[in-house]
């Protein structure tokens, strides 16, 4: 089933990265759509180079999303970034006393963004969109609606994890039914629409060749890009990392050496160091090799991150340490 999907995808124009794919949809946009400034992180760019990358990435490669240091306002987490040397953040919509949650208009984080000189990859997350209703499609609309406004360029697709729409065929049919709807709402809005599939084994989007399939089948290669999540991977148990298909690659690792792999949550995810068990170097190595040219944006969940009196140092310790054994192997 790969290679057919590798075919379908090579009779479909190459990746787009965000910026044009905004840019081509401006004239859809509708009025009152702010302009998306394009060049704001000329840098960073979604998807697949033409040419393998020969280099490990540079400190500007690397990415934060808010769930990093959930414990600082919006502002400081810019500022953290830009601190960090990092042009690319990820916001949410999930963390309590924060946007989106608390009601800040999205003009409002659009220009913290421009004033800490970070550019807003994605909003993270349109939960269960593989669900479709018409409550979905409505949560779906408002939220592009804020992500266009806030200057984001993609929104975070997360599927049901919740051990249902798990049987062979229904979730193929609801995983394209979702991507077909969602298609217009993003292209409108000139977004991208970036899908994670989910390690747990309740999840009813485990495969990224299931979901690459499923975005050749409604012709959705210019729309649609999967997220490469090394903590999902590792538990997938999925041998191949689909760099051509890949928007966003997410970060973290699993330090503990007494959980079981079964057993692994989000709440075991913590910065990636020496003791990491998930082979986060060994991902990045091969999606590198296989031409991937997007964000690594760092994404642990661990509660004792939230505690850090100093999450820049350990930020910037995790950074440092990817990128020196990156470095060590490409010598």
Excluded at 2 to 18: G, N, V
Excluded at 27 to 42: F, I, V
Excluded at 183 to 210: H, Q, T, Y
Aim: charged residues 25%; proline residues 6%.
């Amino acid at each position: 089933m790969h290679e057919t999907i590798r075919i379908i995808f090579r009779l479909t124009p190459s990746p787009i990265p965000i910026e044009s794919a905004a840019q081509s949809a401006a004239p859809r946009m509708g009025a009152n759509q702010p302009e998306r400034d394009a060049a704001a992180c000329p840098a960073l760019s979604f998807g697949v180079e033409g040419s393998r990358m020969a280099q490990p990435p540079e400190t500007d490669r690397f990415a934060l999303n808010h769930m990093a240091a959930p414990q600082l306002g919006l502002a400081d987490f810019f500022t953290l970034a830009a601190s960090l040397g990092l042009k690319g953040v990820e916001i949410r919509n999930d963390i309590e006393g924060r946007p989106i949650l608390d009601g800040t208009p999205a003009g409002a984080v659009r220009e913290a963004a421009r004033e800490a000189g970070v550019d807003i990859l994605t909003i993270n997350a349109l939960q269960r969109f593989n669900d479709w209703t018409g409550a979905r499609e409505a949560e779906a609309v408002a939220l592009a609606d804020y992500a266009s406004a806030a200057g984001a360029r993609a929104i975070v697709l997360v599927p049901i994890n919740d051990g249902t729409g798990r049987a062979n065929g229904e979730r193929q049919g609801n995983l394209r039914i979702a991507l077909k709807a969602l298609k217009p709402i993003l292209e409108d809005r000139g977004l991208a629409g970036l899908v994670e599939p989910l390690g747990f084994e309740v999840c009813s989007l485990r495969s990224k060749a299931e979901a690459a399939h499923a975005i050749a089948a409604i012709s959705g290669d210019g729309t649609f890009r999967l997220v490469h999540d090394t903590f999902h991977h590792f538990l997938a148990g999925e041998p191949e990392v689909f760099a051509e298909f890949t928007g966003l690659v997410h970060i973290s690792g699993v330090s503990d050496p007494a959980v079981a792999i079964g057993d692994m949550r989000d709440g075991h995810r913590v910065l990636v160091d020496a003791a990491d068990r998930l082979g986060n170097v060994n991902q990045i190595e091969a999606l590198l090799a296989r031409g991937y040219a997007g964000p690594l944006s760092f994404e642990p969940f661990a509660e004792e991150l939230r505690a850090l009196a100093d999450p820049a140092a350990a930020l910037k310790d995790s950074i440092e340490f990817v990128r020196a054994r990156l470095i060590a192997r490409a010598a």
